[in-house]
């Protein structure tokens, strides 16, 4: 066989049913602009610590949403809540809030995010 110097992912399928999305509901009764989110990456663009680490607040929104807490946990810990993204974001949502809140929902059930 020849070797073209790459290879297949492995498919990434998203299963729903097995998610746990109650850090999203945890987040969605307390911050209702969460829901106005529409992961335009505006937030990431300006992130402070995004420029110097691979953290990305638009790929937390997402995988919050989708219930993947444990990606979540590990990087949410990055965050400075400088409010820089809070700044820019079109919808107005709250994110330093969103952040603060996932940290709270994951310290309720007995995980430390921080």
Same mark, same amino acid.
């Given at each position: 066989?020849?070797?073209?110097?790459?290879?297949?992912?492995?498919?990434?399928?998203?299963?729903?049913?097995?998610?746990?999305?109650?850090?999203?509901?945890?987040?969605?009764?307390?911050?209702?602009?969460?829901? *106005?989110?529409?992961?335009?990456?505006?937030?990431?663009?300006?992130?402070?610590?995004?420029? %110097?680490?691979? %953290?990305? *607040?638009?790929?937390?929104?997402?995988?919050?949403?989708?219930?993947?807490?444990?990606?979540?946990?590990?990087?949410i810990r990055k965050c400075?809540?400088?409010?820089?993204?809070? *700044?820019?974001?079109?919808r107005g949502v709250n994110?330093?809030?969103?952040?603060t809140l996932a940290k709270?929902?994951?310290?309720?059930?007995?995980?430390?995010?921080?």
């Amino acid at each position: 066989m020849v070797d073209f110097g790459f290879s297949l992912l492995k498919a990434r399928q998203i299963n729903y049913d097995h998610n746990d999305r109650s850090i999203a509901g945890y987040i969605y009764e307390r911050e209702p602009s969460f829901r *106005l989110c529409i992961e335009c990456g505006g937030c990431s663009a300006t992130c402070t610590t995004g420029n %110097f680490t691979r %953290f990305s *607040l638009r790929e937390i929104n997402i995988l919050i949403k989708r219930g993947e807490n444990e990606e979540v946990r590990h990087e949410i810990r990055k965050c400075m809540l400088c409010g820089k993204c809070t *700044l820019v974001c079109p919808r107005g949502v709250n994110t330093r809030n969103v952040i603060t809140l996932a940290k709270e929902a994951f310290q309720k059930r007995g995980i430390n995010a921080i």
